[in-house]
């Protein structure tokens, strides 16, 4: 399968997976920036997901207890996501 399309897949699967859609899905060429040794892991995957507006808006001096909350939730969520895309690369 061709890189193109592994990327349209890996987009389309990760910007529709519930509860966190992915909202931006990114893909790099880091052959040439990275040191000899991670040379056989020439591309790079970016996931971001967006955090709940209503959390965010709530931070006036620093993170609240319920920001730090929703924080660690979607670090985790991004990590299974991650997993998921390591499983179908494999």
Do not use: K
């Amino acid at each position: 399968m061709s890189g193109l399309l592994v990327s349209y897949y890996l987009r389309s699967f990760l910007m529709n997976q519930f509860p966190y859609r992915a909202a931006l899905v990114g893909f790099a060429d880091l052959r040439d920036l990275l040191p000899d040794d991670y040379a056989e892991l020439p591309h790079g995957i970016s996931i971001a997901v967006r955090l709940s507006d209503q959390i965010v808006n709530a931070l006036i001096s620093g993170p609240t207890p319920l920001y730090a909350y929703h924080y660690h939730a979607v670090n985790h969520y991004l990590n299974d996501l991650a997993i998921q895309v390591t499983n179908y690369l494999q």
